[in-house]
């Protein structure tokens, strides 16, 4: 199950990536300046939303927030 919640990171940090390419290829392609500001908000937001969605114990599937840890914080589960 550890691969698993490793999976996870992995794809929101792949979208960290990505959204942080599409902001400034959007900044580009509108050929309008984009404030810094809105840029920091698209990638965060972004961001978010991935890890919303990913970032959950296999088991309980509860957020699982920032926490580096082998277990989950709700259901005290250990990832294997």
Wanted: some cysteine; glycine content about 4%.
């Amino acid at each position: 199950m550890r691969k698993k919640v490793k999976k996870q990171k992995r794809i929101v940090n792949i979208v960290l990536v990505i959204s942080t390419l599409i902001a400034f290829l959007l900044e580009l392609l509108l050929d309008v300046p984009l404030p810094g500001k809105v840029m920091i908000l698209i990638v965060y937001g972004v961001t978010l939303i991935a890890s919303v969605i990913l970032d959950r114990c296999p088991y309980c599937h509860k957020y699982l927030g920032a926490r580096n840890s082998r277990r989950c914080p709700n259901c005290g589960r250990e990832f294997r």
